[in-house]
């Protein structure tokens, strides 16, 4: 069984109806590493639907979380923000209402792109409501308890007259305050970054807000969570898993959801994904790179507890290659086994049902070189009706195909090496060949002026002329890459050239012999 089957089944087992929770703290770009909770999350979810059972995944944005620092892409002026909630800080962009929104935005359009669905909370409406009022006042009369749970579990020193809950300083707009006496609904506090003193209405909300191992809990019991994922940072001994299942036990009488570990993404050669240093690539980059499919198809594939190196480089064009394949066996129209292959390529489908029909494929290395040739979406077509790699094409057809054409151009603009990229020169670069380098750039010419246009047929032809004048492969294929290209080396030349179409080639092969 897939491992999203196993874990829904576990949950069944409980019971038929549950709630499964992610959150992530807009705090900076969200990137691929966070999307693999949500992701996890909604497949586990999807699996609990398709075995019977009914199942709500609920997104938490921790929008009321305090700005922790002035991160490597923000401007020095954002000095003055940090310690105020996310939701109150001016978006760096000007067009958003908060800080929170610009980084939320784009993800929350992420992920329906990729098909989650999730009822949406924001922290900062969730507080501002009086949703965790209940929360605030079980916390405040049970501080001794909380302080007791994470000196024992978590190693802290915490001092007697510690509270669980910071108040957001009305001088200064901070998360500062520090609570010195409490006589529910109202707080006395002091603000540690101006030393403001005053009293608030807890029941005001958005007058402050719980530390996050006491806000975890907090929210399982408000939202009667079943199920949740977390990274392996909070299921280290002594982390946020540990204290919160005793804070939700003891203090907030409810029962902890079923957990599941997931390891981190890494990004090649940089190591794991964290948007606050800039070692991340944003979700809605990423879905600017590959299709949403593929992006899902990369933590299908993969049991949660393994972590992953993503590289954006040769490494994308294997992982869309690889879905490729698992696609072509869900079809039948390859003869090969892949393990719980069905069930991987259902789970990467962002409307959550494949096609009746194969979406027509052409390979994302394929599209590399043509998307170089060509000029337009329309020139790619062109070109792909040439080389017969596709005949008539469905809207569907045609739009996976726009998709695949968007995103190699983007990736051919930003992340791919520079050994595959090239550009076909429109005349006859300046460039020397040798006498022996001409003579064989005319036989190939008259060889191509009326053989069978085919890629193979087309390599071979390169050989035998190579080979008729002495000259060695590699020094033949230069040539044909200098006169093409401007320079020594190229894509795979039989395809190249066959894209190229017989009259450009005929064309060039006489000017530059």
């Not at 001092?159 to 910071?166: C, I, N, R, V």
């Not at 940089?270 to 606050?276: L, P």
Request: overall charge negative; some cysteine; proline content about 6%.
């Amino acid at each position: 069984m897939h491992w999203a089957d196993v874990t829904a089944q576990k949950l069944l087992q409980q019971g038929d109806s549950h709630v499964l929770a992610t959150a992530i703290t807009p705090s900076g770009p969200i990137h691929v590493g966070n999307m693999r909770e949500v992701l996890t999350t909604d497949a586990v979810t999807r699996a609990v639907v398709d075995a019977g059972g009914e199942a709500e995944l609920i997104y938490i944005g921790d929008t009321f979380d305090p700005l922790r620092k002035v991160y490597p892409f923000l401007p020095d002026s954002y000095e003055e923000h940090v310690g105020r909630p996310l939701s109150e800080i001016s978006c760096p962009c000007g067009g958003h209402d908060s800080y929170a929104q610009h980084f939320l935005q784009p993800f929350l359009t992420s992920l329906e792109e990729l098909g989650i669905k999730p009822t949406v909370y924001l922290a900062h409406e969730l507080y501002g409501q009086g949703r965790y009022n209940e929360a605030i006042h079980t916390a405040l009369d049970h501080a001794d308890d909380i302080r007791q749970i994470l000196n024992s579990i978590a190693g802290r020193d915490l001092p007697e007259g510690w509270m669980p809950f910071t108040v957001r300083c009305p001088a200064c707009g901070r998360l500062a305050g520090e609570v010195t006496t409490h006589d529910w609904p109202h707080i006395s506090y002091q603000c540690a970054s101006c030393d403001d003193t005053g009293n608030v209405n807890a029941k005001d909300g958005s007058i402050g807000k719980l530390p996050w191992r006491v806000d975890w809990p907090a929210r399982w019991q408000m939202f009667d969570v079943t199920f949740e994922a977390f990274g392996k940072d909070h299921a280290a001994a002594g982390g946020s898993w540990d204290t919160g299942q005793a804070i939700v036990r003891d203090v907030f009488r409810h029962a902890p959801p079923m957990p599941l570990v997931y390891e981190f993404i890494h990004l090649k050669g940089k190591g794991a994904m964290h948007g606050s240093t800039g070692t991340a690539i944003a979700a809605e980059d990423m879905l600017q790179l590959t299709p949403p499919e593929v992006l899902r198809f990369l933590l299908m594939k993969t049991e949660p507890s393994r972590h992953i190196d993503f590289d954006a480089g040769y490494g994308l064009l294997d992982l869309v290659d690889e879905y490729d394949r698992y696609e072509r066996a869900y079809y039948d129209m390859e003869d090969v086994e892949l393990k719980e292959g069905e069930r991987i390529y259902e789970l990467s489908q962002p409307s959550g049902t494949p096609p009746d029909d194969m979406p027509v494929q052409v390979p994302y290395r394929h599209l590399v070189t043509v998307a170089q040739i060509a000029d337009s979406f329309e020139g790619m077509l062109a070109i792909l009706r040439r080389n017969n790699e596709i005949d008539k094409l469905s809207s569907h057809g045609r739009e996976k195909l726009r998709e695949r054409w968007d995103r190699v151009r983007y990736w051919l603009d930003n992340y791919a090496p520079e050994a595959v990229q090239f550009e076909v020169q429109r005349s006859l670069p300046d460039v020397e060949l040798s006498e022996n380098q001409q003579r064989f750039l005319t036989t190939l010419s008259h060889k191509m002026d009326d053989m069978a246009w085919d890629a193979e047929v087309i390599h071979q032809a390169v050989y035998d002329a190579a080979e008729h004048h002495g000259l060695s492969a590699g020094k033949a294929f230069q040539a044909l890459y200098l006169v093409l290209l401007g320079q020594k080396k190229g894509p795979r030349a039989g395809y190249f050239i066959h894209s190229l179409g017989r009259e450009f080639m005929l064309q060039r092969l006489h000017e530059a012999a």
